[in-house]
């Protein structure tokens, strides 16, 4: 792992969750053959997915399907109104955090009002 861009530090704290039976999410820095590498943490008996963000998300589409102004999506998913208008009319793009939420909102509209709202998540969609 510290050929890839991590410390020794870093590889040693993943090495040991690992040990212990753990899931974890890691992003390493420098893989040139993401095939190759999963080989290799395969032969170690370590499944490696690959998870990249979402690229783009669109966003207008998304609010329209939930039937709700753009001034109701901003407050009800917590956004500032004008930043939604930039997003929908592709003026800016959101960062990849916002593009992630996006997809989460897209996927369980619900949930995410009811984790928003401090409720438990009924864990069913609109």
Same mark, same amino acid.
Request: proline share 5%.
């Given at each position: 792992? *510290?050929?890839?861009?991590?410390?020794?530090?870093?590889?040693? +704290?993943?090495?040991?969750?690992?040990?212990?039976?753990?899931? !974890?999410?890691?992003? !390493?820095?420098?893989?040139?053959? @993401? #095939? $190759? @590498?999963?080989?290799?943490?395969?032969?170690?008996?370590? #499944?490696?997915? +690959?998870?990249?963000?979402?690229? *783009?998300?669109?966003?207008?589409? !998304?609010?329209?399907?939930?039937?709700?102004?753009?001034?109701?999506?901003?407050?009800? @998913?917590?956004?500032? *109104?004008?930043?939604?208008?930039?997003?929908?009319? &592709?003026?800016?793009?959101?960062? #990849?955090?916002?593009?992630?939420? @996006?997809?989460? !909102? &897209? $996927?369980?509209?619900? *949930?995410?009002?009811?984790?928003? $709202?401090?409720?438990? $998540?009924?864990?069913?969609? +609109?």
């Amino acid at each position: 792992m *510290a050929k890839r861009g991590l410390t020794l530090l870093q590889a040693k +704290r993943i090495a040991t969750r690992l040990a212990k039976g753990e899931s !974890i999410a890691v992003e !390493i820095p420098t893989v040139e053959d @993401f #095939i $190759a @590498f999963e080989q290799d943490l395969k032969r170690l008996g370590i #499944i490696a997915e +690959r998870r990249d963000p979402p690229a *783009a998300v669109n966003v207008k589409e !998304i609010r329209e399907r939930l039937g709700l102004s753009q001034e109701e999506f901003a407050m009800r @998913f917590g956004f500032d *109104a004008a930043s939604l208008r930039n997003w929908e009319q &592709q003026r800016t793009v959101p960062e #990849i955090a916002v593009r992630s939420f @996006f997809k989460v !909102i &897209q $996927a369980d509209p619900g *949930a995410v009002e009811s984790a928003l $709202a401090g409720h438990p $998540a009924t864990g069913h969609g +609109r």
